[in-house]
């Protein structure tokens, strides 16, 4: 009869460009993988080089000078030879994005699991959630330097602040999808609260805690090398007004490149993340 | 539970599942919602028990409860004399649309409730099984790789796997279309007569209660009541055929009638008042 319909699969998964729907833009480019073809290679290849050659040529053509643009291959030159300058810099400004971010991550985490259970106390917090996402935390920098002096803390402080408050406010979006009948299935076999929470309601939530941890992972970055601007001797982001200062302008492009860098492995990272543990959702 | 399946088919089957007068309201926005008025019916060993009425009529809310899922204002649902007020380990249920979970493989799904009892999984049995359904090898499959039908299928596994001596079945196949209904029907069937489980089955389709059922309780809305219950006795195996025959689609009228006649009487009746 209708056997052969229906036993044929309804394999609606792409293939290649199957992103876990979590990120657009440049998921096509990076979840596509081993499926490029040598002419999409040689297409992403070549657009690279008249991008950065083109730079190199126009801004030698027009003789613009260095402490207005310099031009890629000074800004190659500073990044590989100079990089041992910049190198403790970059462990300062990792170590307090890390840190940073590991706190207020998992504030931001465990007040969305608990607060989505109560919905009255979720009203009530909520606002104030709020006021913490749309503040820039940078605003709060000065501050903490009078209260925690110059060293790292007063930027850990403000990463946490930063971040936590986006991890929340998305996880919360994550966790307050819930799916009675299957909460329902897991308490027919017997599941206690402890055991729904961990086997329904967090992969449930995990796409939207994925997207939570990025949002929260750059937000962190932009106000740590914000808080390395406003004071204090270390990180990248005072090796930006340093070297702005000395008007050494290849360094200071060296350094953006670095930041950039750190950007995209994050990116990259939790993109990854998400696929592995969030592509489900199509 | 084996020594009882085991007894000849002439015996008078004891009763498993009995719900004595249950009664359940909820508060809605717009008032209090009469799901449950003093329902009373019992499940007897081994029998297909359909439960069928019109949307509203309170038989997923039933089934719910005798699943313990939903706990009653008034009256009592008993297994066995045992009162049920939560899940059981001998009762097992199916629900709509399947109900796996979209972030584990056919076989983590079919895992779920043995990690929740913290046991091992007897791996080779539930591959038998699979095979039984016609899931073979689709193991490592995702829920969205798998037709409607698949994933009922592998639903049923998932139910059959912790061994329950009750199935309750939520509407199982009512988002299939007419032709995989069919297919799953006949599979229930096989099923229930190979196991000897057994089945409380809610439907909102008349012919596949017929189809199914050793007895069909029918109810009615707002409030939820049985309005009556229907001896089915059509031999088995039966076939998907029969149901074009006119023995069958006489009983499908009657059915229809009961339905519409209770229907109707409650719109004279809101009109009165």
Same mark, same amino acid.
């Given at each position: 009869?209708?056997?052969?319909?229906?036993?044929?699969?309804?394999?609606?998964?792409? =293939? $290649? @460009?199957?992103?876990? =729907?979590?990120?657009?833009? %440049? $998921?096509?480019? %990076?979840?596509? =993988?081993?499926?490029?073809?040598? &002419?999409?290679? *040689?297409?992403?290849?070549?657009v690279a080089v008249i991008i950065i050659g083109g730079a190199e040529f126009l801004l030698r053509w027009f003789e613009v000078p260095q402490y207005v643009l310099p031009t890629p291959s000074q800004i190659a030159v500073a990044l590989v030879t100079e990089f041992p300058n910049y190198w403790p810099h970059l462990l300062v400004t990792l170590k307090e994005l890390l840190v940073g971010f590991a706190i207020g991550a998992s504030i931001g985490f465990v007040l969305a699991a608990v607060i989505t259970q109560f919905p009255f106390v979720e009203k009530v917090v909520t606002p104030y959630i709020l006021l913490l996402v749309t503040t820039p935390m940078l605003a709060l920098v000065p501050l903490l330097i009078l209260r925690f002096g110059f060293g790292s803390e007063p930027r850990i402080i403000a990463v946490a602040l930063a971040? @936590?408050?986006m991890v929340m406010i998305n996880a919360a979006t994550g966790f307050r999808r819930v799916d009675r009948a299957k909460i329902a299935l897991a308490r027919s076999f017997g599941a206690n609260t402890l055991q729904i929470f961990t086997k329904i309601r967090i992969p449930m939530a995990m796409p939207m805690i994925i997207v939570g941890l990025m949002v929260g992972s750059i937000f962190g970055l932009l106000t740590t090398v914000g808080a390395e601007m406003v004071g204090g001797a270390e990180g990248l982001g005072n090796r930006l007004t340093y070297y702005s200062s000395l008007i050494r302008m290849p360094q200071f492009f060296a350094v953006i490149l670095i930041l950039a860098m750190i950007g995209i492995s994050i990116y990259v990272f939790f993109f990854w993340l998400g696929k592995k543990w969030a592509s489900w959702e199509a | 539970m084996s020594a009882a399946a085991s007894k000849p088919q002439d015996t008078v089957p004891r009763t498993r599942l009995v719900v004595d007068h249950a009664t359940l309201h909820y508060q809605t926005r717009s008032g209090p919602l009469h799901a449950l008025d003093n329902v009373s019916l019992d499940v007897r060993e081994g029998e297909f028990l359909c439960i069928i009425g019109p949307s509203g009529c309170g038989k997923t809310t039933l089934l719910w409860s005798m699943a313990g899922l939903i706990n009653l204002n008034g009256g009592a649902i008993t297994l066995d004399g045992q009162r049920i007020t939560r899940p059981n380990p001998e009762i097992a249920m199916i629900f709509q649309d399947a109900n796996l979970l979209?972030?584990?493989?056919?076989?983590?799904?079919?895992? %779920?409730? *043995?990690?929740?009892?913290?046991?091992?999984?007897?791996?080779?049995?539930?591959?038998? &099984?699979?095979?039984?359904v016609g899931l073979g090898g689709f193991n490592d499959k995702y829920p969205r790789e798998l037709s409607g039908g698949m994933q009922q299928r592998a639903s049923i596994v998932r139910s059959l796997a912790v061994e329950p001596s009750i199935l309750l079945m939520d509407e199982p196949f009512g988002a299939l279309d007419a032709f995989t209904r069919d297919e799953m029907n006949l599979l229930v069937q096989e099923i229930w007569m190979e196991t000897g489980k057994t089945i409380a089955f809610v439907t909102h389709s008349i012919p596949e209660a017929i189809f199914l059922a050793d007895r069909i309780v029918v109810m009615s809305a707002r409030p939820g009541r049985i309005a009556a219950i229907v001896d089915v006795d059509l031999p088995r195996p039966r076939r998907v055929e029969i149901q074009t025959e006119p023995e069958f689609i006489a009983?499908?009228?009657?059915?229809?009638?009961?339905?519409?006649?209770q229907r109707g009487a409650r719109a004279d009746h809101s009109m009165i008042g």
């Open positions: 009869m209708s056997e052969a319909a229906n036993s044929v699969p309804n394999f609606n998964r792409k =293939g $290649s @460009g199957d992103s876990g =729907g979590m990120a657009g833009g %440049l $998921s096509a480019s %990076l979840g596509s =993988g081993a499926a490029r073809t040598s &002419l999409e290679v *040689f297409v992403i290849i070549l971040s @936590g408050p | 979209p972030w584990r493989t056919v076989e983590k799904n079919i895992q %779920l409730p *043995f990690e929740l009892k913290r046991k091992a999984m007897d791996r080779p049995r539930i591959n038998k &099984l699979l095979e039984r009983r499908v009228m009657d059915i229809k009638v009961m339905i519409d006649h």
